[in-house]
């Protein structure tokens, strides 16, 4: 690609300044081309798209130390930098021309790309590192009327990656769809590892199934560690939301050859969000391990009609899991009903209900209320035991969090 303008420096005066020290500096907003210099569309577009952050890991910007970074070695490799480029859309001539208009009228960093490459690509870590800087380099983009771009096109390409770009930056509620990849270091030393994709459509109304909650990936580190303890099939998972917890108990199914049926794993939820939850099960490639199915805890009747068809009971599962399903006063009401509608009350098999729940200011009620009913509902209470409580603390996008995990023994 020619670019006009002033060129008063060549490449072979390039690789003379580069420096070794300034090898290892990281890109900022200075480095990216200046408005001032009327950068071509084109190029202002590979530098939107590589700000997006493509790796969207656990809850990643808050989690020190944690699972996160399993892979980083793998991270940076090759492989990973061409699925970054494929994510966004970005091709290696691009990437090429970006160099190379830095270089001819970039700020001193420019100069200095070597390994350009990766430089350029970790573009996408300045919103976390700079942000001010990235927001008043975004709005300078949106307050500017381009005069200098004639293609209409490509002017409104750039108005639009740059907005999306501030959505993306103001919180997750903001965000628009993504692919959220979970990555859970698991078997005491952390010697085995899972890696999953969960789609996080835009968060819409009040569809909060729509995105993972910090506690499914605390309950699902202890469901690795624990499995062979902790879960009996058939197993019932109320409000799954992305499903990451059954896909967690499929990978593990998979891993050990369990011989299981599809329906003795099922993952419910609201019938606004199985689309959602089945993709994501389709995603991870685990559909001959699980099943996906409307289970409306106001409404369970066509539900309990399809146990009653298949199984000629509805009392079926000898694992019922709920995690981060307490956050409206009928809520607790409703829960009991499922449980006694479909746990399997058992004295010779060890059935097991698993609750993992936030510790959320405003929500004492809701979790109280479950805790007493379990307590004192006159078929619950001699039949389920409270074996274990533990607190523990883990991250949400929201920041770092206390969680309470109980388990019901019958
Ligand atoms: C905070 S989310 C937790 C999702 C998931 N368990 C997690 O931990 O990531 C609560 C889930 O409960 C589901 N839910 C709420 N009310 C429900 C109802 N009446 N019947 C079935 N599911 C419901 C929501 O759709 C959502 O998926």
Not at 168 to 189: Q, W
Not at 383 to 388: A, D, E, H, Q, T
Request: proline share 2%.
């Amino acid at each position: 690609m020619i670019f006009g303008g002033k060129n008063d420096r060549t490449e072979d005066q390039v690789e003379i300044q580069c420096h070794d020290q300034l090898e290892d500096a990281i890109i900022r907003i200075s480095d990216l081309p200046s408005l001032s210099t009327k950068p071509p569309g084109c190029i202002l577009i590979t530098v939107l798209k590589l700000l997006f952050s493509t790796d969207h890991c656990n809850f990643s910007d808050m989690e020190e130390n944690s699972d996160s970074d399993v892979d980083s070695d793998m991270d940076n490799n090759d492989n990973f930098q061409d699925q970054f480029l494929e994510n966004y859309n970005v091709s290696q001539e691009e990437l090429h021309d970006l160099y190379k208009y830095l270089t001819l009228f970039g700020s001193q960093f420019g100069l200095l790309l070597l390994n350009y490459r990766e430089k350029l690509l970790s573009i996408k870590d300045i919103p976390k590192l700079f942000r001010h800087e990235f927001f008043d380099f975004i709005t300078s983009i949106l307050a500017n009327d381009l005069n200098w771009i004639e293609n209409l096109a490509l002017k409104e390409e750039i108005l639009q990656l740059s907005s999306k770009l501030i959505s993306e930056n103001c919180g997750r509620l903001a965000k628009s769809d993504f692919i959220r990849r979970i990555k859970i270091k698991y078997d005491n030393g952390g010697k085995k590892h899972l890696n999953i994709l969960l789609q996080e459509p835009s968060l819409t109304e009040d569809k909060i199934g729509l995105k993972t909650w910090g506690s499914s990936l605390n309950l699902s580190r202890r469901i690795c560690n624990e499995f062979e303890d902790l879960i009996e099939f058939p197993v019932l998972e109320l409000g799954s939301g992305t499903g990451l917890i059954g896909i967690v108990l499929s990978f593990l199914m998979k891993s050990q050859n369990k011989k299981v049926n599809r329906g003795d794993l099922v993952l419910t939820d609201l019938e606004e969000i199985v689309d959602n939850l089945k993709e994501n099960v389709k995603l991870n490639q685990v559909e001959n391990f699980s099943m996906v199915k409307t289970l409306n805890w106001e409404s369970p009747d066509s539900f309990k009609k399809w146990m009653i068809k298949n199984y000629s009971t509805s009392n079926y599962y000898q694992t019922i899991i709920i995690s981060d399903c307490l956050y409206s006063p009928s809520m607790p009401f409703l829960l009991i009903e499922m449980i006694k509608t479909f746990f399997k009350f058992n004295n010779t098999l060890k059935s097991r209900l698993l609750i993992q729940n936030p510790v959320r200011e405003g929500f004492e009620y809701e979790r109280n209320t479950l805790s007493g009913l379990l307590n004192q509902d006159e078929i619950l209470k001699t039949r389920l035991k409270l074996v274990r409580t533990t607190t523990e603390y883990g991250y949400d996008d929201f920041g770092r969090q206390e969680f309470i995990f109980q388990e019901f023994c019958s």
